[in-house]
């Protein structure tokens, strides 16, 4: 094997060293070739040292914790940055899930990031502010059209209003279901089970054994997050009417929807709420505690490996109009207030490119932002289930509402459902309350 | 005032007897120096109290009259704020989550601590080792005190299900909607009782003996001693806790943030942990933010100078 | 009293008087102590429960029943801990914070607490009100005007934002004043007539006399810094300057609930404070806080 790498290598050199392909395909082949990043950057410098105009400079990245491993991917990342431009140095945090509005916003007043890991939910946020850097005009730049054009999810992102803030990493489903096809098997249904609510309902009683198992693993994800939003656009809802003027939520069949949910919980089919929490709900999946458990992708990076049963990643049941799926885009944006902009804009570039693109989003339990990432390496590490559904989420996909406040009324909204689903209160009060909540949100 | 006694005892007139203006003016200049050293040494203290306490109080009440985001920008709606608070969804249970905490947390640390306290001040051997182990969870910061119990509560595997197992029970969750505010108050129960159980080994210890021996003589029981002698002559120091351990109840955040994030649902929304909802998660909630901070504060206020006033009522009436 | 009726009662019986209340003083000792442990068994075992998860590794943990001795141990946690986390920089960072906020403390409240006891100023009486007044109000009910504060002056994500709010908190000043008072009412005034200047009495008389009550300041100051989060939470964005409370709760952001990792946290987290309390904790607990009740 070395021998071989090593004939390529020198293969390469010369092609380098004559001039025949330039320093970025010379280190991009090599990588993709297996070699290590500091082998590369030693061989790039013998063979032409790097131009003194070359890059320089500190980038400070904010990021979220996808992954165990998070920090070192990146770090992998940047190996691959500084054989080309040595000069560069990183600095990588990690925010926390429930905690990432505070720290992202008061990160971004004070300058103290350069780059951040920023989530689709608040773009209409920043899009209503200043502190994010406006790529719109790097992202229309002629030099970049071929690559723009690799780039997926661009009429999301444009939707927002006429500032492009970032660049997409990934596509990610917030609220997917995980399904133990063994148990699912032994109860009598195959994967059709979740084409109707009620052979999904059915299905989850029969999975439901006291004392060891659970059929619906609901109001587990982080907040709920996109959980219940799924289900009032599923019930034709939604926060704002299309003309934004009033709000969406308080019909009879999001009511509905929202009582067959609550039922759940109320059958013991799903566990109290608190029972398992986000970070232990994986475990309790893969050890059959959860027939089904509902939480975002990433999970798939806390489960065991291997898995010890069947599972499948599977579309949650159809609401009373339409079958639905939430989820978002995750982007790197900028901080407006770092100094060395084109600096920033290149990393921004660098991390996004198919190869590096695949590279994070094959480890963190997501789909990547980019036609070219099969070909690029993705699917590797990644759990085949992942790829198995992704034409389904992709054909029931919906995603936010293009108002300021969306993610704060989601978030409230969620949490005032959970306490619903816990029979603190009726579900025609939960969903009036959320009404309230988006009035009071957006000042309506 | 020195000088003055000098001159008296002195006796020889002249040289050192003053004139009246003389008298004043160093008078005034002694008084000036006083004044010098005393706000020399009172100064930096008073100056960070100003900054960062007595100017922030101001600011809230600043901030509760805007609307707007604390980055970008704010206006002036009035009492819009306080207008809206009744009505809005989530202040409503944050103040009543936080009451109830109050209500079970409070009574349980001040009852437990004076128990562990009546028979730890009157132990003759070991005691420093027990008011070691009781004092213990005190030390335990709020957030490593919520992972451990995270820990403890697992569903599977944490200690208090592994006990109820071990007795035949079912394995509770511990973080429901109905248990997680009680499970957030034993918490902390569990990180409190040490701290009070000191005081009042302290404040046991001051007592007069005397007054026990005359009524062991007199043959007064335990119970009767305990009720008629030591709780009415510990009676300032109970209500002293009674109203801080109130006051640092309606502040808990860490553990509610770490154990249970707020829920489920809101179960466990405390008010503070409200406040930091609105200043960080929403984008123009600021000024509502600043309008719960302010009315906790106006509790606080409140709730320190009814102590003040039993305090001295009591002083007087003692 | 005792005396007495033993000189009424036949040395015989006055004898046997005496074994029974030696026994009666023996069984109520023993009771205390029963009731002591239990009371201490349930405060204190979780740390244990908490301590030998720390030893253990993941399948260990999820077993029942579970293993209540730590052998052989599994060090992996704190390694992981160690050395894969910032948890030292944590540790380090707190303990800066904590050690410079206490010793600031203790000078400046100890000379303001002198003013406010020993020195005849104006305005004396309302700058204790005041303090006494806002001496309950939380930092968590301030966190708008206060991060707008240290924002504009730029001190955010420095450790000038983790020492000074917390330098505003009057209980030290309080305390001090109380302390002061109690001290002989000439003995300052036998010193400056002795030419002693105001300092010369701060520093070399008044000091040292309340050294148990500078004990006290102490430990609660420095507990509390210990434990502040909310306000660290706010303050610092980089992960240089990550306090110990913060790091921990951040422990959680790995995917995955890894309560190995968590138990070997908190055993290293109450390690420094454990070890200065009890160092300082005869002083603490029997004389100082005694004083300071009398009060």
């Not at chain 3, 005849?120 to 303090?131: E, L, N, R, S, W």
Request: glycine share 8%; net charge neutral; aromatic share 12%.
């Amino acid at each position: 094997m070395s021998r071989n790498l090593d004939r390529e290598t020198r293969a390469l050199a010369d092609a380098y060293r004559a001039g025949k392909v330039s320093r970025r395909t010379f280190v991009m082949r090599l990588l993709a070739a297996g070699v290590s990043a500091p082998v590369i950057a030693g061989l790039a410098r013998e063979i032409a040292p790097a131009e003194a105009a070359d890059l320089k400079g500190k980038v400070r990245f904010l990021v979220g914790p996808w992954s165990d491993g998070e920090v070192d991917h990146h770090k992998h990342i940047a190996e691959g940055f500084n054989a080309l431009h040595p000069g560069v140095e990183f600095d990588f945090r990690l925010y926390q899930w429930d905690t990432a509005a505070q720290e992202i916003n008061t990160s971004v007043a004070q300058g103290a990031h350069d780059i951040y890991m920023t989530t689709e939910s608040s773009y209409p946020d920043y899009e209503s502010g200043n502190g994010f850097a406006d790529l719109t005009a790097r992202v229309n730049d002629a030099s970049f059209a071929a690559e723009k054009a690799k780039y997926l999810y661009w009429d999301r992102t444009q939707s927002y209003g006429p500032k492009i803030l970032g660049l997409p990493i990934s596509w990610h489903v917030e609220d997917a279901l995980f399904v133990n096809m063994d148990m699912v098997n032994a109860a009598g249904f195959d994967e059709t089970f979740v084409d109707k609510w009620e052979t999904f309902h059915d299905c989850c009683a029969k999975m439901t054994k006291k004392g060891s198992s659970y059929g619906a693993g609901f109001g587990i994800q982080i907040g709920g997050y996109g959980e219940w939003y799924q289900v009032l656009r599923g019930a034709g809802g939604s926060y704002l009417t299309d003309d934004k003027k009033a709000p969406n939520v308080n019909l009879p069949n999001v009511i509905a929807a929202t009582e067959r949910m609550a039922q759940l919980f109320k059958d013991g089919i799903a566990p109290p709420l608190g029972t398992y929490s986000y970070d232990a709900a994986p475990a309790a999946f893969a050890a059959g505690k959860l027939g089904t458990l509902t939480i975002d992708l990433a999970a798939t990076t806390a489960l065991p490996n291997p898995v010890p049963f069947k599972w499948k990643l599977l579309p949650h049941p159809p609401g009373p109009v339409s079958q639905v799926n939430f989820n978002d885009v995750t982007y790197y944006m900028v901080n407006a207030k770092s100094g060395d902009q084109d600096l920033m804009w290149e990393v921004t570039k660098f991390w996004t490119t198919g190869e590096n693109d695949a590279y994070w989003a094959d480890n963190s339990g997501t789909y990547p932002a980019r036609t070219d990432a099969a070909e690029k390496g993705y699917g590797k590490n990644a759990a085949p289930q992942l790829a198995e559904a992704l034409p389904v989420y992709e054909k029931h996909a919906v995603g936010l509402e293009n108002f300021a406040q969306w993610a704060d009324v989601e978030n409230q909204a969620e949490a005032e459902i959970q306490n619903c689903y816990a029979g603190k209160e009726s579900a025609a009060d939960a969903v009036a309350n959320v009404e309230k909540i988006v009035k009071h949100s957006v000042g309506l | 005032m020195v000088e003055s006694g000098v001159t008296a005892m002195a006796g020889t007139a002249g040289r050192l007897r003053l004139s009246p203006a003389e008298h004043r003016r160093l008078a005034r200049k002694a008084r000036l120096k006083r004044e010098l050293t005393g706000w020399m040494f009172l100064g930096p203290m008073f100056l960070c109290f100003l900054l960062f306490l007595v100017i922030p109080v101001c600011g809230t009440v600043w901030w509760s009259l805007q609307t707007g985001n604390i980055v970008g920008g704010t206006h002036f709606v009035g009492f819009d704020n306080f207008a809206q608070l009744p009505d809005t969804v989530g202040a409503g249970s944050a103040i009543a989550n936080t009451l109830i905490f109050a209500v079970i947390s409070v009574p349980l640390i001040l009852v437990g601590a004076l128990a562990v306290a009546l028979v730890l001040a009157r132990i003759e051997h070991g005691g420093s080792i027990y008011r070691f182990l009781v004092y213990f969870p005190v030390l335990v910061p709020g957030v490593v005190a919520a992972l451990i119990w995270l820990f403890l509560t697992n569903i599977d595997f944490g200690l208090f299900n592994n006990l109820r197992k071990a007795f035949g029970l079912d394995p509770i969750t511990w973080l429901s909607a109905d248990n997680a505010l009680g499970l957030l108050a034993v918490l902390d129960v569990w990180r409190n009782v040490g701290y009070w159980a000191m005081f009042f080994v302290a404040a046991i210890i001051g007592l007069p003996t005397e007054l026990y021996q005359a009524a062991e003589l007199d043959g007064a029981s335990v119970w009767a001693r305990f009720r008629y002698l030591t709780l009415p002559l510990l009676r300032r120091i109970i209500f002293f806790a009674v109203i801080v351990s109130t006051i640092w109840g309606l502040q808990v955040f860490d553990t509610a943030l770490v154990l249970t994030n707020g829920g489920p649902g809101t179960a466990t929304t405390t008010v503070i942990y409200r406040v930091w909802l609105f200043v960080f998660q929403s984008n123009n909630k600021v000024g509502f933010a600043s309008a719960i901070s302010l009315v906790l504060i106006v509790v606080i206020l409140a709730l320190t100078l009814v102590q003040m006033r039993l305090l001295r009522d009591r002083r007087g009436i003692d | 009293m005792a005396v007495e009726t033993a000189a009424r009662l036949p040395p015989a019986i006055a004898a046997d008087h005496a074994r029974a209340r030696r026994a009666r003083r023996r069984r109520n000792e023993l009771l205390r102590h029963l009731a002591l442990a239990a009371i201490t068994f349930v405060l204190v075992a979780p740390f244990y429960y908490v301590f030998l998860a720390s030893l253990k590794n993941a399948t260990e943990i999820f077993s029942y029943p579970p293993k209540l001795l730590p052998f052989p141990p599994y060090l992996g946690n704190y390694e992981k801990l160690l050395f894969h986390t910032g948890f030292l920089r944590w540790m380090f960072n707190t303990l800066f914070v904590a050690g410079s906020v206490t010793t600031l403390k203790i000078f400046l409240d100890s000379m303001a607490g002198y003013a406010l006891a020993k020195v005849d100023m104006t305005g004396k009486k309302v700058v204790f009100m005041a303090m006494l007044i806002l001496l309950m109000v939380p930092i968590g009910a301030l966190i708008v005007p206060l991060w707008s504060l240290m924002s504009s002056i730029g001190l955010i994500d420095t450790y000038a934002a983790l020492i000074l709010p917390p330098l505003a908190n009057p209980l030290g000043a309080i305390l001090m004043r109380q302390f002061i008072l109690g001290l002989p009412k000439d003995l300052d005034n036998a010193a400056r007539l002795d030419g002693l200047s105001e300092f010369g009495i701060y520093w070399r008389i008044v000091l040292p006399l309340i050294k148990p009550g500078l004990v006290v300041l102490a430990v609660i100051i420095f507990t509390d810094q210990f434990m502040s989060f909310i306000w660290p939470l706010i303050a610092t964005t980089s992960d240089d300057l990550q306090v110990l409370t913060v790091g921990v709760a951040a422990l959680r952001a790995h995917g995955g609930a890894n309560y190995g990792l968590w138990s070997a946290s908190a055993v290293m987290s109450l390690i420094p404070v454990g070890v200065f309390f009890f160092v300082l904790q005869r002083q603490f607990l029997a004389r100082s806080l005694a004083g300071a009740l009398k009060q």
